[in-house]
């Protein structure tokens, strides 16, 4: 009898489900026949992007017919002096996401432990996963990564240990002391991949200075992004910062034009344009600041967040909160397993945003029982 397809797939699909993507926001105000819905689900700039990025962006869109430049050229020197590292410490991806599955491609093999903190971003045990791994997952202590169990869980057979800092979906971040400690105590032929997605929301005497391990040669990888502070997340662009050798083997995997014309063009522009960034900061620790206080009234408790979203512990069914927040057209995360039910995730908006959430959220908790 001919094979079930599933079994010519990997054998490590086996137990995968697929990511499920939100209904696009237009859908969901005609089915629930509402305007003006608002979404505070994916950690977006709720302020948009860059002015700069818009008008690189109309420039850009004439030479539409042409391949991108498939070496980054110009996006990589405007990074390279932008954080004081060389073009060849650099590598560029169609979103961090495919950096981090890069990294899976070319480093992890089956059998190899990989370090996860739990919970963290989906995406590292799934890669993990894919390529036949075993996960070791480390529980946060205060919702923070816990860089020495961490550090204790490594054995001989570690290939690779992930750190979110910040982590998603806390939104907390370690201390830079604690990275130092961490680094120090790690094997040095463990690749760390630390991934720094949120890291611009970050008040500055929080920020370690990841770079100077990529610059130090250590086995790293630094991950950063266009899509949340530079407000780019449709154009899917996101860059890794690691040691020339390190680069020079992911480039190996990278497919040639991974990353499209506009959004080199639209993150270059982003890249230098300082009165978006600190805007995009402002809106969001006025937001933080407002939301925090509005949680604390309703009695809510969340981790100290440091980032673009906060983790809201409902005491109730987090699904159910959230499907009543869908209905009134605010739609949030709701989080998976066991550990995170009673939770959603929010991205913090902007002032009016922030107060339909929680105008939503108030008169939901008054009518579902918890
Ligand atoms: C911690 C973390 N890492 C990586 C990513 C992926 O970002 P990108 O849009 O650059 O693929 C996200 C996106 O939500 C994230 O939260």
Redesign the pocket.
Known sequence: MAKLLEDLASPYLHGLVPYTPGKPIGEVERELGITGAVKLA??ENPLGPSPLALRALRDALLESHRYPDGGGYYLKQGLARHLDLTPGHLVLGN???ELLELMARCFLLPGDEVVIADPA?VIYGMLAHLQGCTTVRVPLKAWTHDLEAMAKAVTPKTKMVFV?NPN?PTGTAVRPAEMTAFMDAIPADVIVVI?E?YIEYVPTEMVPDSLEYVRQERWSIVLR?F?KIYGL?GL?I?YGMAPPAMVALLERVRAPFNVNALAQRAALAALDDQAHLSSSRKVNELGRAYLSEELNRLGLEFPPSVANFLLVDLKQDGRAVADALLRMGVIVRPLGGAQLKTHIRVTIGTPPENERFIDALRSVLQSVPS
């Open positions: 994916s950690n979103g961090c996401n971003f979110g998603n991934d997605a992004t899509s997340a899917r996101g």
